[in-house]
């Protein structure tokens, strides 16, 4: 049974920074593509990062602002947050994608996780 646990996610200000964690179990992840995607009430799931075998991949939103990590002897992703702001808001997923397949699309991740709540007020 694969399991994908998202923690880290809190309410910070404008400015500030968030650390989100995807801790995965029941398979080595180190040679699949983890995406990190966020929704807020009334629109859909969106793409925020993604890593995988050959690079990083952002969102235009996030770009130069977050950066996505993994350490592979923790079998854990990392999303460093920073220069947070209000637009940020929202439930944070962590997915992982066993297989080629798109890396923007949602519907591409086979395994999710639960979500973090991250809040940023202005």
């Known amino acids: 049974q694969v399991q994908l646990v998202e923690s880290g996610g809190g309410l910070v200000q404008a400015g500030d920074s968030l650390r989100l964690s995807c801790a995965a179990s029941?398979?080595?992840?180190?040679?699949?593509?983890m995406g990190w995607f966020r929704q807020v009430p009334g629109k859909e799931r969106e793409f925020v990062a993604a890593?995988?075998?050959?690079?990083?991949y952002y969102a235009d939103s996030v770009k130069d602002r977050f950066t996505i990590s993994r350490d592979n002897a923790k079998n854990t992703g990392n999303l460093q947050m920073n220069s947070l702001k209000p637009e940020d808001t929202a439930v944070y997923y962590c997915?992982?994608?066993?297989?080629?397949?798109?890396?923007?699309?949602?519907?591409?991740?086979?395994?999710w996780g639960q979500g973090t709540q991250v809040t940023v007020s202005s």
């Open positions: 997915a992982v994608q066993t297989f080629a397949g798109l890396i923007r699309l949602v519907t591409t991740y086979n395994y």
């Open positions: 890593i995988d075998w050959s690079g990083t």
């Open positions: 029941g398979r080595t992840i180190s040679n699949d593509r």
